[in-house]
């Protein structure tokens, strides 16, 4: 996988000192605490499950694990803590069938994989399992491991809206929470709003000569773009509706997803045009839910 070497820490005696060389490192207390706080539901796949570091967490939740590591070394270190089933095999290609499990845990892995490897195992987590938490550093990293981006991440999550994120250390290490957004998590965004989502998508569809579609009806996905790319589309649409541009006062939100619906081919921002307008010199990217094919 890719022009570097997978680590040959996870095997031998290596394996067996892994986690003695570690526990120590303030790091590992703080991964410790943020996949206690970030996982809920099981059953659970942890993969690389490594010396088995996170088998106590699950236990005390009550949620059924399974272990899943290219080594079997480290599925022997695991062991020693418990018995479970497992699976030796890769994570760009994991034995299980699709949605087999509620959450997946993996962390300390994708900076040793390049960018087209770490993309096919997020694809496979994402596959897999429900909700998927995830680590990853950003930047340079350690020599034998891969660099990656903020940008090459989100690329990866193929839809998925995250939904919680941790900052662990000082070198840039995330810990994420995401899952694939739903209509209700579309609707929460609308509690404040004096109409409903359904009426404003409506509306516009009357505006550009469009079938009225259920919003509820449509898939719901999560996309990453830029501020100006946000801006943009309220641009594209002030021809049609003025109001698109002017816009006064400060953001109700100061964050979270924006919401648009494609109506007649366009992205229509039907929830988001102040923060738009905040953010539309913003190169940052940044969550919106998108309704619609």
Not at 40 to 65: C, M, N, S
Not at 117 to 131: G, N, T, Y
Request: with cysteine; glycine share 8%.
């Amino acid at each position: 996988m890719g022009n570097k070497p997978i680590s040959d820490w996870y095997y031998g005696n290596h394996a067996a000192r892994y986690e003695s060389m570690r526990t120590k490192n303030p790091l590992w207390q703080k991964e410790n605490e943020a996949v206690a706080s970030l996982v809920q539901r099981g059953p659970v796949l942890d993969v690389p499950i490594g010396t088995g570091r996170y088998i106590p967490i699950y236990q005390e939740k009550g949620l059924a694990f399974t272990g899943m590591d290219i080594s079997p070394d480290m599925i022997a270190e695991a062991s020693k803590r418990a018995k479970f089933p497992y699976k030796i095999s890769s994570i760009t290609s994991i034995p299980f069938d699709n949605h087999q499990f509620g959450t997946v845990v993996c962390t300390r892995m994708m900076n040793w994989l390049d960018c087209a490897d770490m993309q096919k195992a997020v694809s496979e987590l994402r596959r897999v399992a429900d909700e998927s938490i995830v680590g990853v550093r950003f930047g340079k990293g350690p020599r034998r491991m891969f660099d990656h981006s903020r940008s090459e991440f989100l690329d990866a999550l193929g839809g998925d809206w995250i939904t919680d994120e941790v900052l662990l250390g000082d070198k840039d290490y995330w810990l994420f929470k995401f899952r694939r957004p739903c209509w209700k998590d579309v609707n929460e965004q609308f509690q404040w709003q004096p109409k409903p989502a359904q009426l404003i998508a409506d509306n516009w569809s009357e505006r550009l000569g469009a079938n009225k579609v259920s919003l509820e009806s449509l898939p719901v996905r999560c996309e990453y773009m830029t501020g100006q790319q946000i801006w943009q589309c309220v641009d594209s649409l002030s021809d049609i509706s003025p109001i698109m541009k002017n816009i006064k006062g400060k953001p109700k939100k100061e964050s979270g997803p924006i919401t648009m619906v494609r109506i007649a081919g366009m992205n229509v921002v039907i929830d988001g045009r102040n923060r738009a307008k905040k953010w539309r010199n913003d190169e940052r990217r940044h969550a919106v839910f998108v309704v619609g094919e």
